[in-house]
């Protein structure tokens, strides 16, 4: 069943609108017209189920009122070419947007992630925590180290991170696409991966380790930044990820651009 939304019409949606009202969701006539009462169940339906409350019956609406047997989303990827992605990039050179891309879009469909909406947000989330499109060490600042002290020193003690004490704020400082910091988001994704990051917490850096931690970090938080998104919020989006505003204008000026080159009305 293809996705469907206010405008359309016929057998499919008049299906709709039946498991609609049989899961408690009055959809108003049941007339195979999808309208403004198609379209208020549909977001009712979708609040109930925990998902996107955008109005439009896609594949995960769908399979949640059994009418798909796939909840995969329909893949932008072929959107996302390297000339596309440079110009939401426009002081990186070609080089590492050519052999980190790839990674990236792969990390990105594993983890059922492949719809433009998202990889935007990830290709926005690049650009903020590292334009050069390359993961990273996060570099030293008057917010990770005291005036007189070693590196990291004001990590060492950050329980909300989980570290212990030395050496963890150095051992644990951002890292990757996303910058992930602190010994206890290393050991949750370590365990999410499979992935020896407590141990070896440079392997971070590694480019197919940090696509993934990339796409498994914003799955876990996707519903709220598509919310954010879905109302053109891109603070609350950033703060999704980065628990603050830091890197907003240039994730705010990625998505922009990345937004203009890869809409042609979700065809």
């Excluded at 017209?33 to 339906?45: C, L, P, Q, R, Y």
């Excluded at 903020?128 to 996060?138: H, I, L, Q, S």
């Amino acid at each position: 069943m293809a996705v469907l939304q206010i405008g359309d019409g016929g057998p499919t949606v008049r299906k709709l609108q039946k498991a609609l009202l049989t899961a408690g969701f009055d959809p108003g006539l049941v007339d195979g017209e999808f309208g403004a009462g198609t379209e208020a169940a549909v977001i009712a339906f979708q609040h109930s189920a925990g998902l996107l409350p955008d109005g439009i019956a896609g594949p995960r609406t769908l399979r949640a009122l059994g009418l798909a047997r796939s909840d995969k989303l329909p893949s932008a990827i072929d959107r996302f070419s390297v000339q596309v992605v440079a110009q939401m990039f426009p002081s990186t050179p070609l080089s590492p947007i050519r052999m980190n891309l790839p990674v990236v879009l792969k990390g990105m469909a594993d983890a059922g992630m492949p719809d433009r909406i998202m990889l935007l947000a990830a290709l926005a989330t690049i650009r903020a925590e590292t334009a050069g499109f390359v993961p990273v060490d996060e570099g030293l600042s008057r917010f990770n180290t005291s005036p007189r002290g070693r590196a990291f020193d004001l990590y060492d003690k950050r329980a909300d991170l989980g570290n212990h004490g030395a050496p963890d704020g150095e051992r644990y400082k951002g890292r990757g696409f996303v910058q992930l910091t602190g010994r206890h988001n290393y050991t949750v994704y370590a365990e999410r991966l499979g992935e020896p990051l407590v141990a070896k917490p440079e392997r971070a850096n590694e480019p197919e380790v940090a696509a993934a931690l990339l796409a498994v970090f914003l799955k876990d938080r996707e519903l709220q930044i598509k919310s954010a998104l879905l109302e053109g919020d891109l603070r609350t989006a950033r703060r999704a990820v980065n628990g603050g505003s830091h890197g907003l204008d240039a994730f705010s000026e990625a998505w922009r651009i990345g937004d203009m080159l890869t809409d042609d009305d979700e065809a």
